[in-house]
């Protein structure tokens, strides 16, 4: 019987930021999804990431909804992606546009890889294994291929859940963090949200150390059940989350949360360190949001609105190791 997961009960800091730094310096996020009809979904990733202190942010979209997207989001970039008939990602022609825009290895454009990748806002669901293993195929290209640290959101969850003949299971994930809600993770275990919700954080633990079984462990996958207590776990240690309330059970709060924990990431935290974060960060947000406009009204908009009260008031960053180097210098010269 393996043993009982650390729990995590300090949360990590962000680092100050140095006088010098530039916008490469806070990490360049790039979000992959949308879909006709879902163009809200990574706009709002997109705009999480930007209010989390992410220095730049690319959102890559199906064609027909970028002018929406760009719309929604004017201090990010844009890429269009071809398209489906269906109006969604068409992960093969999205595969060769980001590999010649040189996000994918170096490419035609001589670009170079995003510093995290977002992945799954929006995207929509159906299409079957052979859809799924071609957008897989996308995912891998920047995690393996790129050593692209990734957070996997909604449907490319539900996208893992349909992979044949290789399971989502039995391929290696790393620095790879899940966000899935019950049901997404009821159906990634083909089980229900009701032995989900029996026992929470057993399953979360399980379900990251199944991620993991194939995973260097330098590099190991983490795991945010989200809801009520949200976990985040990689299989050895799990931190439970206290912040939050009822009012953010609402269309484009997962979305929220993916932005802000890539914007964590893009400024060098660690992926177990960025969704601990973020998960606090994000139902905190959530509990300003609520002081203000009330639990019934609260909207995924009100989060990203009350990140700057956050980050000002309650997430205090720390001087770096050279900041407090220089700092005891000048007090003892």
Not at 40 to 67: D, H, N, Y
Not at 123 to 136: C, H, K, N, P
Not at 197 to 213: E, K, S
Request: charged share 20%; proline share 8%; aromatic share 4%.
């Amino acid at each position: 019987m393996p043993p009982a997961p650390r729990r995590i009960r300090d949360r990590p800091r962000l680092p100050l930021r140095e006088r010098n730094a530039h916008k490469g310096s806070f990490g360049r996020v790039l979000i992959i999804g949308g879909s006709v009809g879902m163009a809200g979904a990574p706009s709002l990733a997109g705009m999480a990431a930007l209010r989390s202190g992410a220095g730049l942010v690319t959102i890559a979209v199906p064609e027909p909804i970028l002018p929406t997207v760009a719309a929604a989001c004017p201090c990010a970039t844009t890429i269009p992606l071809p398209a489906t008939r269906a109006g969604r990602i068409d992960p093969a022609g999205a595969t060769r546009s980001l590999r010649q825009r040189g996000l994918i290895g170096r490419g035609a454009a001589g670009g170079s890889p995003p510093d995290v990748l977002v992945v799954g806002p929006g995207v929509g669901t159906g299409g079957g294994s052979l859809y799924a293993a071609r957008f897989w195929a996308l995912v891998d290209a920047f995690r393996i291929r790129s050593s692209v640290p990734t957070v996997i959101d909604a449907d490319a969850i539900n996208l893992a859940g349909v992979l044949r003949p290789r399971g989502w299971d039995r391929r290696a994930h790393p620095r790879t963090v899940f966000t899935p809600h019950p049901g997404e993770l009821a159906r990634l275990l083909s089980t229900s949200t009701r032995q989900i919700q029996a026992d929470r954080q057993a399953m979360a633990v399980a379900t990251a150390r199944r991620l993991n079984q194939d995973t260097d462990p330098a590099a190991r996958a983490v795991l945010v059940l989200k809801g009520a207590g949200t976990i985040v776990t990689d299989g050895e240690s799990v931190y439970v989350n206290r912040t939050g309330n009822p009012g953010m059970a609402t269309g484009g709060s997962g979305d929220v949360l993916s932005g802000v924990i890539a914007g964590l990431i893009g400024q060098g935290l660690t992926c177990l360190d960025a969704a601990i974060l973020g998960v606090y960060i994000h139902g905190l947000a959530g509990d300003r949001a609520a002081v203000r406009v009330g639990e019934v009204s609260l909207i995924a908009t009100d989060l990203i609105d009350a990140l700057p009260q956050v980050f000002l008031g309650d997430v205090k960053p720390r001087p770096s190791r050279r900041a407090t180097s220089l700092a005891g210098r000048k007090k003892t010269s």
